[in-house]
């Protein structure tokens, strides 16, 4: 088989390393057991045992959205029986449009990925995806706005403190729950390779068709704790300049599960989790990520604990996620509170504050005391906003 390397990703089943063939660009081959990785859109890695599953639950998924929305704009319609409401149906009919349009170009591409007889009758149940038809994210991370930037120069003057003294040029990163990417291509400049997965494809197309088209328009939709109309639906536009020098390259970002990560053991020095610690129980990943770290290296979590699962057992206090890193043979390096507020509108009656725990923990190398393991300083943000 020939081929070109995608990265250092590697086989979830058999951790072998993975080929680009060049008689099926469309994926990544593994060069040990043979599995098959289909590349979405030519450039985003479904790195997954078996991702059929995955894409017609994300297919059937995009399709109630859409249907939904399609629901809303005409009862919208119905209702326009006044200037105002005809002026308010206009304005979420062009939001809705818009944003279902980029979520209908997803779901088309996913289908052409599908064999039809796959498709021919609707799932009756499926797995709920995170985030798959959210713009929110997108308008914290990309378009600029003052409050936001403020909580990414909060989150990443905390996360920059925890990193390990092996940072530098030979060093790799991996960002958890990596959203539309931010945080993760905030970090470029300071590892020689960065990887970030998510499970959202929504998010995952919106950080790579952000890299490629250098901006993406949309709609932030909030119809709720609005003061005037036109605040429940802002046109914004996503813009990749406010990272200087983001290419293609900076960030290998695929679709994946925490519980499988797709990189080899003992192949990153620091491991970052902003707001994704507590969307799976930790006891699921926490192997995979001692497996991927080298000794010496740091986990690095920021935000809050409030659990986006039902089984109650796993949800720890801080103090438990303490002694479960320490039980893993973790050093807790640093900690403190911080509190921020959270996608924060100005122009809303409501807003959501975090009182975020930072944290890191060190992952015990005998040959190092601590103390050196870990530089806990701060890095001037002014070149990034």
């Known amino acids: 088989m020939s081929g070109i390397t995608y990265g250092q990703l590697i086989c979830v089943i058999c951790q072998s390393e993975l080929l680009q063939n060049n008689k099926d660009a469309a994926a990544l081959t593994c060069t040990g057991c043979g599995l098959s990785y289909p590349l979405f859109a030519g450039c985003i890695p479904i790195m997954l045992p078996d991702s059929v599953p995955y894409r017609v639950n994300a297919f059937w998924q995009y399709q109630k959205h859409l249907r939904e929305a399609r629901a809303t704009l005409a009862e919208l319609r119905k209702a326009s029986t006044s200037v105002a409401a005809a002026a308010r149906a206009s304005l979420l009919d062009e939001a809705l449009s818009t944003n279902g349009g980029y979520i209908a170009r997803i779901q088309q591409q996913l289908a052409a990925t599908l064999p039809t007889a796959l498709l021919a009758q609707p799932a009756e ?59 993760a291509a905030m ?132 103090e438990e996620v303490r002694e479960v890193f320490e039980a893993h043979g973790f050093r807790v390096a640093q900690e403190q509170e911080i509190t921020t507020n959270h996608l924060f509108r100005p122009e809303s009656l409501a807003c959501k504050t975090y009182h975020n725990w930072s944290f890191s923990a060190v992952l015990a190398d005998k040959e190092k005391p601590l103390n050196q393991q870990v530089k806990a300083t701060s890095v001037p943000l002014a070149e990034y906003i």
């Open 125 to 183: 149940r499926f797995r709920p995806l995170a985030y798959f038809s959210s713009f929110s994210y997108l308008k914290r991370d990309w378009c600029g706005l003052p409050a936001d930037e403020q909580e990414i120069q909060t989150i990443m003057e905390a996360v920059l403190a925890g990193m390990p003294a092996v940072i530098g040029s030979q060093a790799q990163v991996l960002v958890l729950g990596a959203g539309t990417g931010r945080v």
């Open 187 to 318: 970090l470029k400049d300071h590892f020689q390779q960065v990887y970030a997965i998510d499970l959202s494809l929504t998010m995952a197309c919106q950080y790579h068709d952000l890299v490629e088209q250098g901006a993406i328009r949309f709609y932030d939709i909030q119809s709720k704790n609005a003061r005037t109309l036109a605040e429940q639906a802002r046109e914004q536009w996503a813009t990749v300049g406010l990272v200087p020098g983001l290419e293609a390259g900076s960030v290998h970002y695929c679709v994946a599960d925490v519980k499988q990560i797709p990189l080899p053991t003992n192949s990153v020095s620091a491991v970052v989790s902003v707001y994704f610690t507590d969307t799976v129980p930790l006891k699921d990943y926490l192997p995979e990520v001692k497996r991927v770290l080298e000794p010496g290296g740091a986990f690095i979590h920021f935000g809050p604990l409030e659990y986006h699962f039902s089984d109650i057992s796993a949800h720890l206090s801080v």
